[in-house]
Nanobody
Framework: VQLQASGGGLVQPGGSLRLSCAAS????????MGWYRQAPGHQRELVAR???????NYAEFVKGRFTISRDNAKNTVYLQMSGLKGEDTAVYYC??????????WGQGTLVTVSS
């Protein structure tokens, strides 16, 4: 499975961005899709993930601000981010898990929240 993420950039505090991640390759095996992030000097952390059936879970620090969704027909996962804060600045990584337990990572897309 190959993952191509896009949508990062510079946004002002309080602004919005939408990240996308398209999967290709052996996509029929994909179960969970999600987003992680890593800020400088910090460990990579889960932001949100979504099952093939649409069940979601979010990190506490993004609840009510971020929304994860997926289009199974397009093998694409999205992360709609609103109410962005400076502490949301990080490289965001797309992640998918296959039904066999394999895990794949995208290349990362930088989100910078700054005035």
């Amino acid at each position: 499975v190959q993952l191509q993420a896009s949508g990062g950039g510079l946004v002002q505090p309080g602004g919005s961005l939408r990240l996308s991640c398209a999967a290709s390759g052996v996509t029929f095996s994909i179960s969970l899709m999600g987003w992680y992030r890593q800020a400088p000097g910090h460990q990579r952390e889960l932001v949100a993930r979504i099952s093939r059936g649409g069940t979601t879970n979010y990190a506490e620090f993004v609840k009510g601000r971020f929304t994860i969704s997926r289009d199974n027909a397009k093998n694409t996962v999205y992360l709609q981010m609103s109410g962005l804060k400076g502490e949301d600045t990080a490289v965001y990584y797309c992640n998918v898990n296959s039904v066999s337990g394999n895990q794949y990572w995208g290349q990362g897309t930088l989100v910078t929240v700054s005035s």
